[in-house]
């Protein structure tokens, strides 16, 4: 049985960033929200990479993640090839057993230690 919900992860250069997210923050119906963070790629694909990253042997990439029905995804992946085209995108999808936020616990009170600084015993 599959999966209705989804892990989407997308990996793409990084100059490509702002565009993607402008896409994914517009689409109609929204997706619930995504996370994004800075990568590295290592492997195939270094035709465009700088100086840097061709003697590091590493290129810098984003990678975003998005839980969402899984239904969904065709959609999203032809809107962002449609809208932000980019070149080195690659992505994968992953079924997700379960996704939810735990539950906020109250604060925990914790008594400030006293200082000793500056007292003779």
């Not at 994914?24 to 800075?38: M, Y």
């Not at 061709?54 to 449609?82: E, M, N």
């Not at 992505?91 to 006293?114: C, D, G, H, M």
Request: with cysteine; proline share 9%; glycine share 6%.
């Amino acid at each position: 049985m599959e999966s209705l919900l989804c892990k989407l992860t997308l990996v793409y250069p990084t100059d490509a960033n702002d565009r993607i997210v402008e896409v994914l923050v517009n689409l109609d119906p929204p997706i619930s929200g995504f996370t994004t963070w800075a990568g590295e790629g290592h492997g195939f694909g270094f035709s465009k990479a700088s100086v840097s990253e061709r003697v590091r042997g590493r290129v810098k990439r984003t990678i975003l993640v998005a839980v969402l029905p899984r239904t969904s995804v065709p959609r999203l992946l032809a809107v962002v090839a449609d809208k932000a085209p980019v070149p080195h995108l690659t992505y994968w999808i992953e079924p997700v057993e379960s996704f939810a936020q735990l539950q906020r616990q109250a604060p925990v009170q914790i008594a400030p230690v006293a200082s000793t600084a500056g007292k003779v015993p």
